[in-house]
């Protein structure tokens, strides 16, 4: 299973998604981030992330931010969007009808059918990392025991 987690731009919340699952990956399986947009391409995650991230023994030091491509619809079997917005995104970039299959809202995973938004903390504190840290864990969770 190939899984590629993604918000907007690649620095806060599908880093830390990113990390967690990296962290409880069964074997065979990997994981990715990525933005729909590049605003940020190239960059370390947002600092307030890494700082989440360790808090929760997990290190996403060395991700680094990349845009979405179109390649990354055939390579990675499932495309997890924080929210509608990057929902809607991926599934306008889908360079095939049949490939918008892929893409499915994260929460779902742990609230079927719920259409749940991991917030964007980038505006806020670190409070709202901490959140986002605990929505996206417990949707790995539900996640893992589906498909492990």
């Known amino acids: 299973m190939k899984v590629l987690m993604v ?4 620095i806060c919340r599908s880093p830390l998604a990113h990390g967690i699952l ?5 074997e065979g399986w990997s994981v990715d981030s990525a933005g729909t947009s590049g605003w940020h391409e190239g960059e370390r995650p947002d600092t307030r992330s890494i700082l989440e991230a360790k808090k929760n023994n997990i290190n996403i030091d060395r991700q680094r931010s990349r845009p979405v491509r179109e390649q990354d619809f055939y390579d990675f079997d499932i495309l997890f969007a924080m929210d509608s917005s990057n929902y809607t995104n991926l599934c306008n970039m889908a360079p095939e009808e049949g490939l918008k299959r892929k893409v499915r809202l994260i929460m779902n995973e742990l609230e079927p059918g719920q259409n749940i938004q991991v917030p964007d903390p980038y505006t806020g504190g670190q409070s709202g990392f901490a959140h986002v840290f605990e929505m996206l864990d417990g ?4 996640f893992l025991e589906k498909h492990s």
């Open 139 to 142: 949707a790995i969770n539900a």
């Open 22 to 26: 990296e962290s409880k990956l069964p």
């Open 7 to 10: 918000c907007l731009g690649n």
